[in-house]
Antibody, heavy 120, light 107 residues
Framework: VQLLESGGGLVQPGGSLRLSCVAS??????MAWVRQAPGKGLEWVAG????????YYADSVEGRFTISTDKLNNTVSLQMDSLRAEDTAIYYC????????????????WGRGTLVTVSS | DFQMTQSPSFVSASIGDTVTITCRAR??????LAWYQQKPGKAPKLLIY???NLQGGVSSRFSGSGSGTHFSLTIRSLQPEDFATYYC?????????FGQGTKVEIK
């Protein structure tokens, strides 16, 4: 059971990048992207519901990033547009455990991460 | 959103010590809190969920307590592999939010 991210790299400010995360040995359900800037803590970026119909975003990326799931290919993606220097970070894909009645939403599986560098 | 305040930011401890890290939520989150361990260059790893439940495979030296707005993670008998950074996460609603992290270093 694992998550494997891809798509990171060097991009100029204002540019776009699409990250992908493929899940193996389980079906993607509720998922999220969490990032970590160099030497900093964890920052939740975006999340998607189990059905894929509801998405959530941090204020810092609202309107610029789009999260989506592809159940056919068992992947979750993060389309990142209008990138800024402050978006430079390792981006982790993470699997939610969702217990709606208990109002409990936490991450039980993380990918290894992919590095995004925004610089000219 | 549910801001999380974690303290201390840094702890220096010796092998065999007991360390306690605290996390405070701005609003009542019942027992919807998780704790993660992160080692340098690695992804975070789930330790505790629902404030007190130990994730499978995690050492019983780790324990969590609290509810409402005050939570703590206790590591007993510190081992070399426990030196890492620890994060709390409010698991009550979206957006998910993390504490600032606590780095546990060897004294």
């Amino acid at each position: 059971v694992q998550l494997l991210e891809s798509g990171g790299g060097l991009v100029q400010p204002g540019g776009s990048l699409r990250l992908s995360c493929v899940a193996s040995q389980f079906n993607v359900y509720a998922m999220a992207w969490v990032r970590q800037a160099p030497g900093k803590g964890l920052e939740w970026v975006a999340g998607v519901s189990g059905s894929g119909s509801t998405t959530y975003y941090a204020d810092s990326v609202e309107g610029r990033f789009t999260i989506s799931t592809d159940k056919l290919n068992n992947t979750v993606s993060l389309q990142m547009d209008s990138l800024r220097a402050e978006d430079t970070a390792i981006y982790y894909c993470a699997k939610y455990v969702v217990l709606i009645l208990a109002k409990l939403y936490y991450f039980d599986l993380w990918g290894r991460g992919t590095l995004v560098t925004v610089s000219s | 959103d549910f801001q999380m305040t974690q303290s201390p930011s840094f702890v220096s401890a010796s092998i065999g010590d007991t360390v306690t890290i605290t996390c405070r939520a701005r609003q009542d989150i019942s027992k919807s809190l998780a704790w993660y361990q992160q080692k340098p260059g690695k992804a975070p790893k789930l330790l505790i969920y629902a404030a007190t439940n130990l994730q499978g495979g995690v050492s019983s030296r780790f324990s969590g307590s609290g509810s409402g707005t005050h939570f703590s993670l206790t590591i007993r008998s510190l081992q070399p592999e426990d030196f890492a950074t620890y994060y709390c996460q409010q698991a009550y609603s979206f957006p998910s939010t993390f504490g600032q992290g606590t780095k546990v270093e060897i004294k």
